[in-house]
Nanobody, 126 residues
Framework: QVQLVESGGGSVQAGGSLRLSCAAS????????MGWFRQVPGKEREGVAA???????SYADSVKGRFTISEDNAKNTLYLQMNSLKPEDTAMYYC????????????????????WGQGTLVTVSS
């Protein structure tokens, strides 16, 4: 059974940084697409970043150049380094995994993936 547990959220001022972590169990990163999503109450969940099995990364236009997705296979942990944070980055952030075998950038436009974490809240104040 796949389990994903996020951590690292918090409150930060605009321009600051946070690093989110997602500890995974029950999966092998070599077989799964991994991604970060975010959701603001009243809005649809948005794909933020995804990483392929070979380490290729994809980002939403809104976070390109500011966010970096990475993974540590030895620790089975996915990360999202968020720099130059803006108030509009405020959201609940979710880690997700899917055994999709195509290019992982595709999952950024999906609303239903195989596994989700419980989310971690990021609040950016101006």
């Amino acid at each position: 059974q796949v389990q994903l547990v996020e951590s690292g959220g918090g409150s930060v001022q605009a321009g600051g940084s946070l690093r989110l972590s997602c500890a995974a169990s029950g999966i092998s990163y070599s077989r799964y697409c991994m991604g970060w999503f975010r959701q603001v109450p009243g809005k649809e969940r948005e794909g933020v970043a995804a990483i392929d099995r070979d380490g290729m990364t994809s980002y939403a236009d809104s976070v390109k150049g500011r966010f970096t997705i990475s993974e540590d296979n030895a620790k089975n942990t996915l990360y999202l380094q968020m720099n130059s944070l803006k108030p509009e980055d405020t959201a609940m952030y979710y880690c997700a995994a899917d055994p999709y075998t195509g290019p992982c950038r595709a999952i950024l436009s999906w609303s239903a993936l195989d596994a989700w974490g419980q989310g971690t809240l990021v609040t950016v104040s101006s």
